[in-house]
């Protein structure tokens, strides 16, 4: 599962991937004009305390794939090479510029949130519309020559997702039917990814959430969340070397949690994805999965063996946890649950998997 980070020239995109990665891009990187790869790390309060309790001998965040996508500029949108690697993502995080720096030149010589917001949408939907054009010119041909029952179903299929897109509408907000699903899984709708667009403003207005709150009332009818950061401010507060001044820092400037702590939450919620746990005094680590999955479909994140010899999971929830204090204490509250095959695991899910392969 990856993110892909997009943004117009000198949105700030390159700074948060390294904030976010701790990969600085090499020169050769940054020519080769090909996506950029990295990975996250999931800041999360829950694992620390666990790390807490149980003095691990090793602990391990989950992580999750981010990758930097080279210039989103008219020349690239016009070769189509771009969105190449834009349909290889699960998911779109749009890094838009809302500060103003007389330094750092904009493409469109002014700072305008919501008008780039709307080119970068345009200009996915006019991708999934030329694909959508092109598709249903061969459907003609196919349904003429042999009236293909098959083929007049996808035209029907491509027809409704078309009178979708015309009302200036990303196709992720369109319900399908599971049948319409396996018709288009194999094509390169952009639309359809989940995204979430980072507001890059300056510091001085980190504390205004008027901004960000009007686009986020205006795109939710696109199913885009909308957080803001300051880029040259989680750039100043990573630099400082230990966590006190940091928290000094940011406690100054009346940031009570790291926006980039926020982002790789965001990351997780874009891309459906949960959080769950294994403790132990050898190792506290935390895994993602799939929102919806089974107990043994999250064994198998851990490793395929736990999901195909799945007895049963041992669950504790993370909040019985820290306010019980103890493993010990929460099995006496009668709160240590067996669960079978049929359990969902949920946010926080504290899981120890018993198996017999």
Known sequence: MKIGMIGLPQTGKKTLFELLTRHKPTEAEIMSLRPIKGVAEIMDGRF??????????????????????????????????????????DAICHVVRAFKDDSVYHVDGSIDQKRDIDFVNAELLLHDLIFI??????????IKQTKEEAAIKEKEILTKLKEHLDKNLPLRTLELKCEEEKFIASYPFISRKEMFIVLNVSEDALGDAVMRQKLADELSKLKIDVMQVSAKVEEEIMALESENERKEFMQSLGITKGAIDVMTQLCLRTLNLISFFTVGEDE??????RRGSSAPEAAGVIHTDLQRGFIRAEVMKYDDLIGLGSEEKVKEAGKYHLKGKEYIVEDGDILNIRFNV
């Open 48 to 89: 620390d305390k666990l790390c807490a309790i149980y003095s691990p001998r090793k602990n391990v965040r989950s992580r999750i794939d981010i990758e930097l996508i080279p210039k989103l500029e008219k020349d690239s949108i016009a070769k189509g090479d771009i969105f190449k690697d834009i349909n290889d993502l």
């Open 133 to 142: 054009e092109k598709r249903a010119e061969r459907l003609d041909k196919t």
């Open 284 to 289: 506290v680590r935390q895994w993602n999965a």
